[in-house]
């Protein structure tokens, strides 16, 4: 009896402890009831205060400080740190009216909830001195609440809701303001300084007697007196890497010389320079002058300041490197030759030893019946041979095939027999007359001559246009 007695009182012990222990989970994890008002925990003066510190358990205290509700908000640690004002305004407004959903008299044990060491600490100073100190534990799983407590009355813990943690969720650099980027005008010119030597590119709104395609082309390296016109695609997007630059953010606001040289913002940086209208000034805008050096690059991104600054930032390494590499190689025109039709007044084409010659006339308008019955007036070009008129599609088959010859990398002199040679009549100042000689360099390769340059084609597509010439002159 006596054994049977012992055994029932430590099952009683055992099933005390079991409730003991649902209720404290029972605190932590079940849904609170709800209540029809929320409960006012603090609600203070934004004016008033004059400090605002914050301590996370893992990243340790920052405090923010102010003399009057007149002055921005600065960090405590360094007044010359720049804070971006709307972080502490976010804080200020945060901290007028603290409210919770469920309030809890008289907690057994603040350790329940997180509260004994909690993971968040706010403290406000007011002008007089005075201190709020709220202090934010652990999750409730059920609502997505978090537990608090404040020093205006320590013998409750209240259910909130994120918004106060969340203005506080923050370390220093997360405040920083960072330096403005320009609106840009219209480019006049961009330059890259570095180790490689420099890359100048210049924009040319009306470009007559700088190219043979005027209306093509408006981009182009400079180097000395010459000009070499460039890929519009390819100069927009250079272009684009500095005007569309964005910071990814800021390592460090006031970097000393030493530091400047550990991220390659020293000397040995890359230099991009980008001079543009001013795009606010009403009527002849000046130019103005934006100027970005590039450093060392990361796993996360590229160094870089403004030249005339200490704050470093990381941008994205595709975007610096854009710049950094930026060379004649990769900013030539695609095409071997692009001619404005409308430009051309007769080709000379030699091919097989014989050489023809197509006049260009001119338009005309054309009748023709779509597949409706409908009549449909078009306008052609029209193109003349020896007296004749030519076929309008096999001229364009031609043209097409000229413009298809893209450019796949560049010879130093041209082997090989002669394919084609086209000289290009055209209405274009100083560049009245153009000539293209492609030779057949081996199977898969043809050299073309054109304008001082000897570039490498694809062996198929010349074999295309002298396939093409040689419909148009069959008898």
């Given at each position: 009896m006596r054994r049977r007695a012992k055994k029932l009182i430590?099952?009683?012990?055992?099933?005390?402890?079991?409730?003991?222990?649902y209720a404290s989970v029972a605190t932590l994890t079940a849904e609170p009831e709800a209540e029809s008002e929320p409960?006012?925990?603090?609600?203070?003066?934004?004016?008033?205060?004059?400090?605002?510190?914050?301590?996370?358990?893992?990243?340790?205290?920052?405090?923010?400080v102010r003399n009057s509700a007149d002055e921005d908000w600065s960090y405590a640690g360094d007044s010359e740190f720049p804070v971006d004002q709307n972080y502490p305004q976010a804080m200020l407004d945060a901290l007028q009216e603290v409210s919770a959903s469920v309030e809890i008299d008289q907690p057994s044990?603040?350790?329940?909830?997180?509260?004994?060491?909690?993971?968040?600490?706010i403290t406000a100073t007011g002008s007089d001195?005075?201190?709020?100190v709220f202090s934010i534990g652990d999750e409730n799983e059920m609502t997505g609440e978090y537990y608090l407590s404040c020093s205006a009355d320590e013998s409750k813990v209240y259910l909130v809701g994120s918004s106060l943690a969340d203005a506080f969720a923050y370390d220093l650099y997360d405040l920083v303001k960072e330096e403005e980027l320009p609106t840009f005008g219209q480019t006049s010119s961009l330059t890259v300084e570095g180790g490689s030597g420099t890359?100048?590119?210049v924009y040319l709104e009306d470009s007559t007697g700088k190219t043979y395609n005027p209306t093509e082309f408006h981009w182009f390296i400079r180097d000395g007196e010459t000009l070499r016109a460039v890929d519009t695609s390819e100069a927009e997007t250079l272009q684009s890497?500095?005007?569309?630059?964005?910071?990814?953010?800021?390592?460090?606001?006031?970097a000393d010389d030493e530091e400047l040289a550990h991220y390659g913002l020293d000397d040995s940086a890359t230099q991009v320079e980008l001079v543009y209208l001013d795009p606010d000034a009403e009527e002849d805008p000046g130019e103005l002058t934006?100027?970005?050096?590039?450093?060392?690059?990361?796993?996360?991104?590229?160094?870089?300041?403004?030249?005339?600054s200490r704050m470093v930032y990381l941008i994205d390494s595709t975007t610096a490197n854009t710049l950094r590499y930026a060379a004649w190689s990769s900013l030539r025109p695609g095409e071997v030759c692009t001619i404005d039709e409308e430009q051309i007044e007769s080709l000379e084409i030699t091919v097989d030893g014989e050489t023809q010659t197509i006049t260009f006339e001119g338009t005309a308008t054309e009748e023709t019946t779509d597949e409706n019955g409908e009549t449909v007036t078009e306008t052609v070009s029209v193109y003349r041979w020896n007296g004749e008129e030519l076929p309008t599609a096999e001229v364009d088959?031609?043209?097409?095939?000229?413009d298809g010859l893209t450019v796949t990398g560049e010879g130093s002199a041209a082997e090989g027999e002669e394919l084609i040679t086209i000289v290009i009549h055209q209405k274009v100042e100083g560049y009245e007359t153009l000539t293209l000689r492609l030779t057949g360099q081996d199977a898969a390769t043809a050299c073309a001559e054109f304008g001082g340059s000897i570039l490498l084609t694809d062996r198929s597509a010349a074999d295309t246009l002298v396939s093409c010439a040689h419909t148009l002159f069959e008898e």
């Amino acid at each position: 009896m006596r054994r049977r007695a012992k055994k029932l009182i430590a099952l009683c012990a055992a099933l005390a402890i079991l409730l003991g222990l649902y209720a404290s989970v029972a605190t932590l994890t079940a849904e609170p009831e709800a209540e029809s008002e929320p409960v006012t925990v603090a609600a203070l003066t934004a004016e008033d205060l004059v400090s605002l510190s914050w301590t996370n358990a893992d990243d340790g205290t920052l405090e923010l400080v102010r003399n009057s509700a007149d002055e921005d908000w600065s960090y405590a640690g360094d007044s010359e740190f720049p804070v971006d004002q709307n972080y502490p305004q976010a804080m200020l407004d945060a901290l007028q009216e603290v409210s919770a959903s469920v309030e809890i008299d008289q907690p057994s044990d603040l350790a329940d909830y997180g509260l004994e060491t909690p993971g968040l600490t706010i403290t406000a100073t007011g002008s007089d001195g005075s201190e709020t100190v709220f202090s934010i534990g652990d999750e409730n799983e059920m609502t997505g609440e978090y537990y608090l407590s404040c020093s205006a009355d320590e013998s409750k813990v209240y259910l909130v809701g994120s918004s106060l943690a969340d203005a506080f969720a923050y370390d220093l650099y997360d405040l920083v303001k960072e330096e403005e980027l320009p609106t840009f005008g219209q480019t006049s010119s961009l330059t890259v300084e570095g180790g490689s030597g420099t890359l100048e590119l210049v924009y040319l709104e009306d470009s007559t007697g700088k190219t043979y395609n005027p209306t093509e082309f408006h981009w182009f390296i400079r180097d000395g007196e010459t000009l070499r016109a460039v890929d519009t695609s390819e100069a927009e997007t250079l272009q684009s890497a500095v005007t569309g630059l964005s910071w990814q953010l800021c390592t460090d606001y006031k970097a000393d010389d030493e530091e400047l040289a550990h991220y390659g913002l020293d000397d040995s940086a890359t230099q991009v320079e980008l001079v543009y209208l001013d795009p606010d000034a009403e009527e002849d805008p000046g130019e103005l002058t934006f100027t970005l050096l590039l450093g060392n690059d990361t796993d996360s991104g590229t160094y870089a300041r403004l030249s005339d600054s200490r704050m470093v930032y990381l941008i994205d390494s595709t975007t610096a490197n854009t710049l950094r590499y930026a060379a004649w190689s990769s900013l030539r025109p695609g095409e071997v030759c692009t001619i404005d039709e409308e430009q051309i007044e007769s080709l000379e084409i030699t091919v097989d030893g014989e050489t023809q010659t197509i006049t260009f006339e001119g338009t005309a308008t054309e009748e023709t019946t779509d597949e409706n019955g409908e009549t449909v007036t078009e306008t052609v070009s029209v193109y003349r041979w020896n007296g004749e008129e030519l076929p309008t599609a096999e001229v364009d088959a031609l043209l097409s095939a000229l413009d298809g010859l893209t450019v796949t990398g560049e010879g130093s002199a041209a082997e090989g027999e002669e394919l084609i040679t086209i000289v290009i009549h055209q209405k274009v100042e100083g560049y009245e007359t153009l000539t293209l000689r492609l030779t057949g360099q081996d199977a898969a390769t043809a050299c073309a001559e054109f304008g001082g340059s000897i570039l490498l084609t694809d062996r198929s597509a010349a074999d295309t246009l002298v396939s093409c010439a040689h419909t148009l002159f069959e008898e």
